[in-house]
């Protein structure tokens, strides 16, 4: 299904883009972020955000009301390097207006706002909705329990270009409305937050959970398979002791172990191109060589 990425900005100019992204088919069990020693289920869907047939990704300030009157520079804090792009209730009731590629416009409108526990008492969590003609729905869509799934916001977008579906770029002007349980949430509640310097992991983060090992975007992985995961900066440190799988960078996998099975063994769409030339018996030890996460795998994923 082709899905389209919208994205607003701060100073008023907008810009949308479209990729092909398979479907994501977690339940809940992987929509509960375990971030203890960086364990996670991870997950093929970039943001899983759906809008008849559409999908919402790289969502950032264009225009908004709140009753008629403007929020406050101090909530609306894109431009912040020490604080989360959208953060506190008064946002609450407040209209967003989106463009698609297609150069239609959507309304989105926030429901509700709730402050994480700790160690996310920092963030903020929404329920969004968009406009149909209809009425209202939820923009992340229901969880088991029937309820509007929440979204979390980070600084910078989600783009496509001609070589890679899945390209973030940091910014200090346009944020992204991520669904929880998704891959660029999870990341976000693991800690890399970008307000906190760590806009490198957070995008390193991103082609780990999804298998993107040769940073085009392409997702290689089965949803729903455990890994455990720990960065260069201590803050997702390895208390497991698993396998090894790869080394990871911005780019994508930086290297593979090549003594152990790989997530993308279990994919459909197996072997990416780029594994032959960058498998190593030595990867996954060491951030020496510059990665930047580095992932494990359980012993049911061993080879020998």
Same mark, same amino acid.
């Not at 299904?1 to 479907?23: Q, V």
């Not at 604080?83 to 698609?100: F, K, M, Y």
């Not at 209202?136 to 979204?151: R, T, V």
């Given at each position: 299904?082709?899905?389209?990425? +919208?994205? !607003?900005?701060? +100073?008023?100019? $907008?810009?949308?883009?479209?990729?092909?992204?398979?479907?994501d088919t977690v339940g809940q069990a992987s929509q509960e972020m375990q971030s203890t020693n960086g364990l996670s289920l991870n997950g093929i869907s970039l943001n899983? !955000?759906?809008?008849?047939?559409? =999908?919402?990704?790289?969502? =950032?300030?264009?225009? !908004?009301?709140?009753?008629?009157?403007?929020?406050?520079?101090? #909530? !609306?804090? @894109?431009v912040s390097t020490t @604080?989360?792009?959208?953060?506190? $209730?008064?946002?609450?009731?407040?209209?967003?207006?989106?463009? @698609?590629t297609n150069g239609a416009t959507v309304k989105l409108r926030i429901d509700s706002a709730a402050q994480g526990t700790a160690p996310n008492a920092d963030l903020w969590f929404y329920k969004?909705?968009?406009?149909? *003609?209809?009425?209202? *729905?939820?923009?992340?869509?229901?969880?088991?329990?029937?309820?509007?799934?929440?979204?979390? #916001?980070?600084?910078?977008?989600?783009?496509?270009?001609? *070589?890679?579906?899945a390209k973030y770029g940091a910014s200090t002007s346009q944020f992204t409305f991520a669904c929880r349980g998704k891959t660029v949430a999870k990341c976000v509640e693991l800690g890399y937050k970008t307000y906190r310097g760590y806009s490198t992991q957070l995008a390193t983060c991103v082609r780990l959970l999804r298998g993107d090992y040769c940073g085009t975007g392409q997702a290689y992985t089965v949803d729903g398979t455990l890994l455990n995961l720990y960065d260069n900066v201590g803050v997702q440190a390895d208390g497991l002791g698993w396998f090894p799988e790869a080394e990871w960078t911005p780019s994508g996998a930086r290297c593979v172990n090549s003594h152990n099975n790989a997530r993308f063994e279990l994919a459909v769409s197996k072997d990416p191109k780029c594994v032959a030339s960058i498998e190593s018996d030595a990867c996954g030890y060491s951030f020496v060589n510059g990665a930047v996460l580095i992932d494990e795998l359980p012993l049911a994923m061993q080879t020998h």
């Open positions: 299904m082709n899905k389209t990425i +919208l994205c !607003i900005s701060l +100073l008023g100019s $907008a810009c949308a883009t479209s990729f092909d992204e398979p479907e899983g !955000i759906s809008l008849n047939g559409l =999908s919402l990704n790289g969502l =950032s300030l264009n225009g !908004i009301s709140l009753n008629g009157t403007s929020l406050s520079g101090t #909530t !609306i804090s @894109a @604080a989360p792009p959208l953060t506190g $209730a008064a946002v609450v009731g407040s209209t967003w207006n989106a463009t @698609a969004v909705s968009y406009q149909t *003609s209809s009425g209202w *729905s939820p923009m992340c869509g229901l969880d088991s329990a029937n309820q509007p799934i929440q979204a979390v #916001t980070t600084a910078g977008v989600w783009t496509a270009t001609s *070589s890679d579906a």
